[in-house]
């Protein structure tokens, strides 16, 4: 009997320090708890899922911005793929240019980094020099690859002499593609590189003594030792490439408008929202396009990454 008492009145103890323990929030620290939650998330749906939702509604409707709405069901998505010619060469461009960054830029990225992190001499120095075309826009790139790539007096022309029939680099269309994914590459590459070399950082140095230990050379090391331990950072980097890849935008506008070779589903995005015609709801169904194909990979990507990890 002392005992059973002994042990509900430990109980009890216990459950009043637990009350005790437990802190009551004031009205002050609920109000401060709604403002600090209730604007990014009043921000987020003003800025991000109404204007999504908005173009998903307006992709059923035909609207020049001004008139009335008139619904029109899937007839956008019908005109879009049956008779706009820009629009396949432009889903061509956006995956050409997800394949580029993804299967060049990226690894190059990577491969930078693992040169840093070996600690080459100099490492500062080209560490800075990789990470500052990150700094500048892509609309910068897009001017500064007029002046090295222009038929009037660009650089590469004047290099090689080709005064009296230079290459048009940007005009054509058979290769202005490709010089616009290796510019954007540049500024890529030193994302990837600091994002990488960030990673690198935080591996336990232990890890590749004790692989070093059983024999693994350095090669082996980074595949079976090291790039497992990056898992999260592929992640950040694996969706970040698919929303630059999909998204581009300002550095084929800053060329030629995304004309002759450059199409891409953001350009024709603006054309027909902000252009002359006005064709909002066209508009808009390019846009749901370019989100679900973006949703697609994003989705993809994650899952695929997040089932690694877990099986682990």
Known sequence: MATGTARREGQRGRGREGRRGRRRFTRRDLAVLALLLGIPVLLDIVIVWGPTLASIGLSFTSWDGIGDVHWVGGDNYKNLVDNYPPFWPAVRHNLLWLAFLGLVATPFGLFLAVLIDRGVRFSRFYQSTLYMPVVLSLAVVGFMAQLIL????GVINTFLGNHENPIDWLGDSRINIWMMMLAASWRHTGYVMILY??????????????AAIDGANARQTFLRVVFPTLRPVNVVVGVITV??????????YAVNKGRNGLEMLSVLITDNVIGEASRI?????????????SLGFIVTFLVQELRGARDR
Do not use: C, M
């Open 150 to 153: 222009g038929t009037d007096q």
């Open 197 to 210: 070399l960030a990673g690198l950082k935080s591996v336990d140095p232990t890890l590749k003594e004790a």
């Open 243 to 252: 929303i630059e890849s999909l998204r581009a935008f300002d550095i084929v």
């Open 281 to 293: 709801g066209f508009g808009s169904a390019i846009a749901v396009v370019l989100l679900v194909v």
